[in-house]
């Protein structure tokens, strides 16, 4: 194959894999005093303005920890997402849930970021000599969406933070597409910090 053919190959290849989103987590905290735990049935709360998206959040997400054997339940059946909600009515709504821990889930901001690096590219042009075939160094400039979404996870019983984390997701698409593989980064953490059960 000749080298220009396999550059272009490879810049189409790193190109799609750039398109593609991913999760990572960017930092976490978790309380190093709180000995309870692994919580067994866990309130979603999804805020966000948009009716859809909180119930389709809660709904993957809830489907996802029903996977690993913990009991979900979704804020939206015992929330309102219209008026505004008092902490008082928040907490009860959780106590009420039957829930022992609390996860809220919010996004922090959603940015447009540029990034600038240097491709090889085979080049070809008429000198002195006659017509020659080369290597170049360009710019690539590439721009991507970064989102970044905060969830916090609450024993109830204490009203007390146990676990807090911040993640990143590359180019996020739409709640339906990015809520499971969000999920799997979340509930992969609180599973290695015995807050979730660990499967069997």
């Not at 997701?169 to 979730?196: Q, W």
Request: hydrophobic letters at 45%; a neutral charge.
């Amino acid at each position: 194959m000749p080298r220009y053919a396999l550059f272009t190959l490879l810049a189409v290849a790193t190109s799609m894999l750039a398109a593609c989103a991913s999760t990572s987590l960017r930092d976490s905290w978790a309380d190093p005093g709180f000995t309870g735990g692994p919580f067994r049935k866990v309130m979603v709360v999804g805020i966000s303005a948009n009716a859809t998206n909180r119930r389709v959040f809660e709904d993957s997400f809830s489907a996802k920890l029903a996977a690993v054997g913990v009991e979900a339940v979704r804020s939206y059946e015992l929330i309102p997402q219209t008026g505004i909600i008092s902490q008082a009515e928040f907490d009860a709504a959780a106590r009420r849930s039957g829930a022992d821990g609390l996860l809220v889930v919010h996004v922090n901001r959603v940015e447009t970021r540029t990034q600038v690096a240097t491709a090889t590219v085979p080049v070809t042009g008429r000198g002195f000599y006659g017509f020659y075939r080369g290597w170049a160094t360009v710019p690539d400039i590439s721009q991507y969406d970064l989102a970044t979404v905060e969830t916090n996870l609450f024993d109830v019983k204490s009203d007390r933070l146990v676990w807090s984390g911040t993640t990143e997701t590359m180019n996020p698409t739409s709640v339906t597409a990015e809520a499971p593989g969000f999920a799997d980064v979340i509930i992969k953490a609180l599973t290695a910090r015995g807050l979730l059960p660990s499967p069997t």
